[in-house]
């Protein structure tokens, strides 16, 4: 699942409304892995207590999500390329 955000600090509420709909579809969330974002691990942590769940943090160069980020703005201009839309899209 991919949830656009313009800035870092709305992850934690796209955390929420992810884990919400997660846990109605699937049950109980016992851990989670995510990237190692130094300015939040503390507030990752909490939310993890908060909830009983588990925080794992990976310890990558480069974060999955940044990555992943790349791969969809490449397909996104790629779709709106071959679309002819025009260029503030």
């Not at 929420?16 to 130094?38: A, H, S, Y």
């Not at 939310?47 to 990558?60: A, L």
Request: glycine share 6%; aromatic share 8%.
């Amino acid at each position: 699942m991919v949830y656009p955000m313009i800035e870092i600090f709305e992850v934690l509420v796209m955390l929420v409304k992810w884990k919400n709909m997660m846990e109605k579809q699937t049950g109980k969330i016992k851990v989670l892995k995510i990237d190692n974002i130094r300015e939040y691990n503390d507030r990752f942590l909490q939310f993890g207590q908060n909830n009983e769940i588990g925080i794992h943090f990976k310890m990558t160069k480069h974060g999955v999500a940044t990555e992943m980020n790349r791969s969809l703005l490449k397909k996104v201009r790629c779709l709106l390329s071959n679309g002819q839309l025009d260029k503030s899209f």
